[in-house]
């Protein structure tokens, strides 16, 4: 190879835009093993183009779905990080601290997250939350990332790459940590060489995928 000096490089501008250009394109974000991460949200523009909505009993939910160019950055280990954070809201009980008594609270993944980046609009309404994310752009947190598997009773087995036609799933379902109570269980994910498994089988035949979950967002 010839010296830089010696090469009689053009010096004819290119049409090249470099920092136009996507961070990371063709990488395909890697499903991480269960654990605490610190990530950060897309930038705008691209975090304006996250948002779906959902109807339910009449109720529009507001969802944001992080992936393409609005991927999450999980800045623990420099990869993306596909995610679908939802505002459907769930139930919890906890102690008012005025009464002492035990109280039902009305949550929301999207509003924990929201409060993780200390982006908590005055008006809780889907638009002031979908514009308080959007405003947020860029913005750090930290979250935990679990994985869950279920053997989907309403759909066809997966084996060997293709359905199985006519034979559904058994309706097991698994997390990282298995439990039981008296109206439900979850299995535990089998481990690997000291990994939880992204890919294995059910007793029933069937192929199964772990999908990552966030869950536990706090500040930074
Ligand atoms: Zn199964």
């Not at 102690?95 to 980046?117: Q, R, V, W, Y």
């Not at 982006?119 to 930290?142: C, H, K, M, W, Y």
Request: net charge positive.
């Amino acid at each position: 190879m010839p010296n830089i000096n010696k090469l009689n490089l053009s010096d004819e501008p290119l049409p090249l835009n470099i920092q136009a250009m996507p961070s990371g394109l063709g990488s395909r974000p890697q499903t991480p093993q269960p654990g605490i991460y610190r990530f950060r949200l897309p930038e705008a523009p691209a975090i304006e183009n996250v948002f779906d909505t959902q109807e339910a009993d009449d109720t529009q939910i507001l969802l944001a779905v992080f992936n393409n160019d609005g991927m999450l950055y999980n800045i623990s280990l420099k990869q993306n990080y596909t995610a679908r954070i939802s505002n459907r809201f769930r139930e919890i009980k906890v102690t008012n601290p005025e009464t002492k008594e035990k109280e039902p609270l009305l949550i929301s993944d999207f509003g924990m997250l929201l409060k993780a980046l200390n982006a908590v609009p005055d008006r809780v309404s889907n638009r002031a939350l979908a514009t308080a994310l959007v405003q947020a752009a860029g913005t750090e947190f930290i979250a935990e990332h679990t994985l869950t598997a279920t053997c989907n009773k309403k759909n066809p087995i997966w084996k060997q790459g293709k359905t199985v036609a006519g034979k559904f799933g058994c309706g097991r379902q698994y997390a990282v940590e298995g439990w039981k109570s008296e109206k439900s269980e979850r299995l535990q994910l089998p481990v690997v060489e000291g990994r939880v498994a992204l890919r294995f089988t059910c007793p029933c035949d069937a192929e199964l995928r772990s999908w990552g979950q966030l869950q536990g967002f706090r500040s930074v």
